[in-house]
């Protein structure tokens, strides 16, 4: 069975860094696209980053440009997401997601795999 696991969550000040990770099982990963998404209190989820299958091409949020890194480590069947310099608005439950594709895009209704999420709190 499909399954992706997020973890690396937590309570940071602003101006920190946490790292997350999303391991996937049940599936070759290397096959499939990743994203990662976020969703604050009140508000839509919205797309954060996301990694083609082979890890050649990643695309961006404009709000996070610049302060997050996403990568993959397709022996490990792991993807991460390196974010620093975190602000009080990066607070959400963060959740990554797979479709069997190769190129990636930030639009939630293309994953039809996700994970049950992490949360993230920028705080002092």
């Known amino acids: 069975q499909l399954q992706l696991v997020e973890s690396g969550g937590g309570l940071v000040q602003p101006g920190g860094s946490l790292r997350l990770s999303c391991t996937a099982s049940?599936?070759?990963?290397?096959?499939?696209?990743t994203a990662w998404f976020r969703q604050a209190p009140g508000k839509e989820r919205e797309g954060v980053s996301c990694?083609?299958?082979?890890?050649?091409?990643?695309n961006y949020a404009d709000s996070v440009k610049g302060r997050f890194t996403i990568s993959r480590d397709n022996v490990k069947n792991t993807v991460y997401l390196q974010m620093n310099s975190l602000k009080p608005e990066d607070t959400a439950v963060y959740y990554c997601?797979?479709?069997?594709?190769?190129?990636?895009?930030?639009?939630?209704?293309?994953?039809?795999?996700w994970g049950q999420g992490t949360q993230v709190t920028v705080s002092s």
């Open positions: 997601a797979a479709a069997r594709r190769r190129l990636c895009v930030l639009s939630s209704g293309q994953y039809n795999y």
């Open positions: 049940g599936f070759t990963s290397d096959y499939y696209a």
């Open positions: 990694i083609s299958s082979r890890g050649g091409v990643t």
